[in-house]
């Protein structure tokens, strides 16, 4: 019988197939006692195995590159750390298996590491997958992970792990869909660099039973159990809409009625721009810089080398806009030589700006790098800072900035309620303002981005979260300055329509969402954009502020 499950739409698009599950079953080995003549036997299997599953993870590394490797290589470490592996080497000399030895050696590690901070307990799940990884190999049975399938499939799971997520066949993979995580979370941001559909936060989606048929609509949220006919008739007509839109669209951003938005991409290094340039984004609107820190746990990269990153950005970009947000790192991006480790609430401490201002020589070099990266080109230059509390922590970028001799633009991210509600005082200190509403809605609703159980909040459709954009659109214009969205928000189409309606001047996103965004501007006129956003914030929710726009839009 036909259902309809709802969840969060995070990647657009819509996949018919039959579901996998990606088996994710915790092997647990009986505790069985063994006798001392076989420990020296089971010592070389444990390590044995230790070495093959770290091995297999670089391996899976090198084969996937860019970000995937630096997760997968983190994981083959885990399974290489010496203290693990003397803990194993003691269980078994007092009467474990090799198996049930690595399990509970893994077991105290988990323990460490869920109390250890809100980054490091967001490594669990890489570490039970590495635990599963070499206790299956100990127990001779099928690794977990991407289900063995020649014909496409939709991957159902109830949240993905990383080293299968890297190496996943796209041509075999229609969909995903998950139980946990949310727009923020690994699942999402993978299935959207694969430009798959995927609905994520859906309730009962490991008990979809395997082989069942099921629609993914990665725009609305909605999985349609067993569709019938009418309804995938239904579907293959909205894809085929859409697809048409995408493929009329072209140019830069712009209402029907001419009201220019620029779309921009959210880029993390170099890597990223030639699928931004091929999905014609008019610039950058987000370059997170904390990826180039994360190969050194203990110093900054040099001037030198950061030069040589930026400038290959910049560079691609002639007479475009690229804004560059200067290191955010504390909360869930670390870092050893900067972020304290003893924060009992690390999103609520010194991160971003605030770790800057404590180590003004970091920022100082990296406003260097820009200005000479950007030396002789004729690109137009942003800088950013991230987690601006108020007009004090703005006027500290500015001065530093000033100091650095940087010839650009520079402007404050609104990431904090504070600073959306005190736009206009941060706004005479800056040039502009630039919405980050991922942290904006976790600093809004409490509740932490990492924590699937509270995604909820975390829905960018939020009338109180609208309401900080326009108190924050409507400073900027009152001070004739721009004010962009680079948060995840901008990369759904009827909300990027809904955010032009509260007076947002630019839209930064991954370069897969700007061909849709693009699209569902180029319908509508800036008075019905306006319109819809009246609607969304006279709502009670956020899913009736979806709602009431769609009707806006589409009613007209
Ligand atoms: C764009 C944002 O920054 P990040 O996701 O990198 O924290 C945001 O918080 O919305
Ligand atoms: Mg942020």
Known sequence: METTLQGVGVSHGVAVGEVRHMSTAVLEPPAKQIGSQEAPREQSRARQALEAVAAD???????AGGDAQAVLEAQALMAQDPELAADIERRIAVGSTAERAVFDAFASYRALLSGAGEYLAGRV???????????????????????????P????????????????DPTLVLGFVTQEGGPTSHSAILARALGVPAVVALPGAVDLAEGTVVAVDGSTGEVFV???????????????????????????????DGHRVPLLANIGGPADVAA??????????????????????????????????????????????????????????????LTPGDEPNPALGVRG????????????????????????????????????????????????????????????????????????????????????????AQYAFAADRQVGAVSRYQDPWQPALLDLVAFAAEAAKAAGKGCGVCGEAASDPLLAC??????????????????????????????????????????????EARRAARGVLSGE
Not at 296 to 325: C, N
Not at 501 to 511: D, F, R
Request: charged residues 25%; aromatic residues 4%.
């Open 57 to 63: 993870l670089n391996a899976r590394g090198q084969l």
């Open 125 to 151: 799940a890489d570490l039970d997958d590495v635990r599963n990884r070499i206790v299956a190999r100990l127990l001779g049975v099928p690794m977990p992970g991407v289900p063995d399938s020649d014909e």
């Open 153 to 168: 499939y939709v991957l159902v799971a109830r949240d993905l792990a990383p080293a299968d997520t890297a190496l996943l």
């Open 226 to 256: 067993e569709p019938g006919a009418a309804k995938r008739a239904e579907l293959e007509r909205a894809v085929a809409q859409r697809k048409a839109a995408l493929a009329a669209s072209s140019g830069p951003g712009a209402t029907s």
């Open 276 to 337: 931004a340039v091929a999905a014609g984004a008019e610039g950058v609107g987000l370059f997170r810089t904390e990826f180039l820190f994360l190969d050194d746990s203990v110093r900054a990269p040099s001037q030198e080398k950061q030069v040589e990153t930026y400038r290959e950005v910049l560079a691609a970009f002639p007479e475009g806009r690229v804004v560059v947000r200067v290191l955010d790192a504390g909360a869930d991006k670390p870092l050893e030589f």
């Open 353 to 440: 700006l605030r770790t800057l201002l404590e180590h003004p020589e970091v920022l100082r070099t990296q406003l260097r790098a820009l200005a000479q990266a950007a030396e002789g080109l004729p690109v137009h230059l942003e800088v950013m800072a991230p987690m601006v509390a108020d007009r004090q922590d703005a006027r500290a970028f500015a001065e530093a900035c000033r100091e650095a001799g940087l010839g650009a633009k520079f402007g404050v991210m609104v990431e904090i309620p504070s600073a959306a509600l005190r736009a206009r005082a941060i706004l005479r200190e800056v040039e502009f303002v630039s919405l980050g509403t991922n942290d904006l």
């Open 498 to 543: 809904v955010l032009t309606g509260l007076g947002v001047t630019s839209l930064s996103m991954g370069a897969a969402s700007i061909p849709y965004v693009r699209a569902a501007l180029g319908r509508h006129t800036l008075a019905q954009c306006e319109r819809a956003a009246a609607a969304a914030r006279a709502a009670d929710g956020a899913a």
